[in-house]
């Protein structure tokens, strides 16, 4: 159980596109969803923090403009990287935390990540 | 402010060795520890969690230790297999912040 899933798992554009990813929550209803973002040889930076049905919270410095986040439903919730540029390239990892009945209120299970490259 | 530190960027251990992982934290209003493995090009992986009410806690091959006292948090391997390799990051879950503040990570390898 507490599977997470992210697509694309991969995702090359070019400079001033817009990149859309979906983080899912598969088998439990997540009641917040969280993005993060990796860079090489980097530990895992919180972007913004997503409760369904609820504009997301974003951490200082994240452009939220820039980084659009919906979080429509308890299983769904995507990023969207706006006018990217090769500085965003990065590994996007989202997560989610479920709802009591399932499992530890506080555990956070994360999906395996998509690496973005803006060329 | 808020920062989980690790003591040690690499570990290199023995096949079969037991690892140490080491973790610092600096917040004392945090009240939930996780152990995360992350494997390259992958999503971070739950292993351990552990509460601030408890000082040990056992998984299969793995054990948390939380030291309050100096807010030190490690992560105990037993018999590591090269499986084990990956990064290892300690995360904590300040209350009322809800949400997790990670440490650096670090590298174990495994030497055969």
């Known amino acids: 159980g507490a599977v997470v899933s992210q697509h694309p798992s991969r995702v090359i554009c070019k400079s001033g596109t817009s990149v859309k990813i979906e983080c899912r929550s598969l088998?439990?209803?997540?009641?917040?969803m969280f993005w993060y973002r990796q860079f090489p040889k980097q530990s895992l930076m919180l972007m913004a923090t997503?409760?369904?049905?609820?504009?997301?919270?974003?951490e200082q410095g994240v452009e939220k403009d820039k980084f659009l986040i919906n979080h429509a439903s308890l299983t769904l919730s995507t990023l969207t990287v706006t006018s990217a540029h090769p500085e965003d390239s990065s590994f996007y990892i989202c997560?989610?935390?479920?709802?009591?009945?399932?499992?530890?209120?506080?555990?956070?299970?994360f999906g395996p990540g998509t690496r973005l490259t803006v060329l | 402010g808020e920062s989980v530190g690790l003591h040690l960027p690499t570990l290199s251990v023995q096949e079969g060795d037991n690892s140490i992982i080491n973790c610092a934290y600096s917040?004392?209003?945090?009240?939930?520890f996780i152990w995360y493995k992350q494997e390259s090009g992958k999503g971070p992986q739950f292993i351990i969690d552990?509460?601030?009410?408890?000082d040990k806690r056992q998984g299969q091959r793995v054990t948390v230790l939380l030291n309050k006292t100096v807010k030190h948090l490690s992560l105990q391997i037993a018999a590591t297999q090269p499986g084990d390799s990956a990064v290892y990051f300690c995360?904590?879950?300040?209350?009322?912040?809800?949400?997790?503040?990670f440490g650096q990570g670090t590298r174990l390898t495994i030497n055969p």
């Open positions: 997560s989610a935390r479920s709802l009591p009945l399932t499992t530890s209120t506080d555990t956070q299970y």
């Open positions: 088998d439990f209803q997540a009641t917040t």
């Open positions: 997503s409760n369904e049905g609820s504009k997301a919270t974003y």
């Open positions: 917040n004392s209003a945090s009240d939930y």
């Open positions: 552990i509460r601030s009410n408890m």
């Open positions: 995360a904590e879950n300040v209350q009322g912040a809800q949400k997790l503040v």
